[in-house]
């Protein structure tokens, strides 16, 4: 069975066509040591440049960032 099968509801079709246009960067805030998700439409790609740097996190501590509550989202206008 191909992706292409798959029948979403209609609610579901409109955030799949969202979603692709969409962009992210995840990561940890030096300062803060949050686990920071920045989002934003394809348009503000330029924009992700002019943000503080987000180093990279591990699996385990994303998991822990979900688990304690410590996840901080940002959306890129």
Do not use: N, Y
Request: charged share 25%; glycine share 6%.
């Amino acid at each position: 069975m191909s992706d292409d099968s798959i029948q979403l509801p209609p609610q579901l079709a409109g955030l799949e066509a969202l979603g692709g246009q969409l962009v992210w960067r995840i990561g940890k805030d030096d300062l803060s040591d949050e686990v920071v998700v920045r989002l934003g439409f394809a348009s503000a790609t330029p924009r992700f440049a002019h943000l503080p740097r987000l180093r990279s996190a591990s699996d385990q501590e994303l998991q822990a960032a979900l688990d304690a509550d410590r996840v901080v989202i940002e959306w890129v206008d």
